[in-house]
């Protein structure tokens, strides 16, 4: 069949558009706004929504997900198409700027392309299919919040709110021709460490420092190979401290410093090993620094799975649909990639629905030097206009 043809220009103009409106993590009322005018616009009043997900997500969040539930043209399983509306607190004041085929940020701040080129294919995906008449099937596009977080739109949205779709398609890349079909599982953890606080120039002796409890634990688990990336004969993955806080005054031993921080891996069980590292080593560090009197340090370490690990065979309906569209679309064999970040697809799959991931041209997320591949774009919002005509 002949793919639906996009609006190049419009396409644009959306992505722009959605580049320009702030929209952090809990703060995405303004971005979804923007979204239910332009797809007011082109005609589906009857099918926006909300789920609550804002009410069942820890903190406060001005909206849930928001949801378009479109009846199908002709017969078919359900199909999900979903990206996130958030952004890093680096995209904060982003001016998008077109230059040499790409779009940038005007000045020191990411751009947002993580994941605003989603949202404006998304838009130009639906937009597309209702100009043209393009005979699809029922189809459900899910605009998540609070993924850049902890992925938390997709880990509380409910199948049966999306129609229990039999296959999904999350937007959240770069090269459109290349298909996440994995991504690694991720532990969030954190550790409150007791020490005891004395006078550090009259009698440190009599205190614990919690400070040095938490710098043996870092050493002793950088030593053992579990710090940063992690090559090791039994698996492989990576960790990281994200924040360490405590103290008061120099002058005073340290009794409490808090530490959190992240284990990755795309084996189950290694990634428990991981975890199960910094605990032992956070632990046996609070034995190991005492007081005069005998006394030693404490820990509280807490974690939890952030997200599991997965992988789709690459005869998975999803992946083998996307690979023929971006064969038909782009002229070129699909390529495949199993990635060490979290995707809104690792809880899609979680939940039983095998969701493959492609791109639509953001690139270097999270950093100042994030830009948009025009050319990319455009291929993206014609390949996924294609998949759900398909």
């Not at 700027?97 to 838009?123: H, K, M, P, Q, Y």
């Not at 095998?354 to 791109?359: A, D, E, I, K, N």
Request: charged content about 20%.
């Amino acid at each position: 069949m002949t793919p639906p043809q996009i609006d190049e220009a419009r396409a644009l103009d959306h992505l722009m558009d959605l580049l320009a409106i702030e929209g952090l993590s809990g703060r995405e009322g303004k971005v979804a706004a923007a979204v239910r005018q332009k797809l007011l616009r082109a005609g589906c009043e009857p099918w926006i929504g909300h789920d609550d997900a804002n009410e069942r997500i820890p903190g406060h969040y001005e909206v849930g997900n928001l949801i378009v539930d479109l009846p199908g043209t002709r017969p078919g399983p359900r199909r999900l198409f979903m990206g996130h509306m958030d952004t890093v607190p680096l995209c904060r004041g982003a001016v998008p700027v077109r230059r040499n085929g790409r779009i940038e940020a005007e000045g020191d701040t990411a751009l947002g392309g993580d994941n605003r080129t989603s949202i404006g294919a998304l838009v130009t995906m639906v937009e597309t299919l209702l100009a043209q008449e393009a005979p699809h099937p029922p189809t459900t596009v899910l605009m998540t919040v609070g993924e850049e977080v902890g992925l938390w739109g997709a880990r509380t949205v409910e199948l049966d709110r999306l129609g229990n779709p039999e296959m999904g398609f999350n937007i959240d890349s770069g090269a459109p021709h290349v298909l996440i079909v994995g991504a690694t599982g991720a532990d969030r953890w954190q550790v409150d460490v007791h020490g005891k606080s004395s006078h550090a120039g009259v009698h440190p002796e009599h205190g614990i420092s919690a400070a040095l409890i938490a710098s043996r634990a870092v050493a002793d688990v950088a030593a053992k190979g579990f710090f940063g990336k992690i090559e090791l004969p039994a698996g492989s993955g990576t960790s990281n401290i994200g924040r360490m806080a405590g103290g008061e005054a120099s002058n005073q031993v340290t009794d409490h410093v808090f530490v959190s921080g992240e284990s990755r891996s795309h084996d189950k069980a290694f990634l428990a090993r991981i975890t199960a590292a910094w605990r032992d080593a956070f632990e046996q560090a609070a034995r190991s620094v005492t007081s005069s009197g005998g006394q030693c340090g404490r820990v509280d370490f807490r974690a939890e799975t952030d997200y599991e690990a997965f992988e789709m065979p690459k005869d998975s309906p999803p992946v083998e649909l996307a690979a023929e569209r971006v064969r038909a679309v782009l002229g070129m064999e699909a390529e495949y990639l199993v990635a060490n970040g979290g995707l809104d697809a690792n809880y899609l799959n979680a939940k039983g629905l095998p969701t493959v991931t492609l791109g639509a041209g953001q690139h270097n997320p999270h950093t100042v030097d994030e830009y948009v591949d025009v050319q990319e774009y455009v291929d993206g919002c014609r390949t996924i206009a294609a998949i759900a005509a398909a």
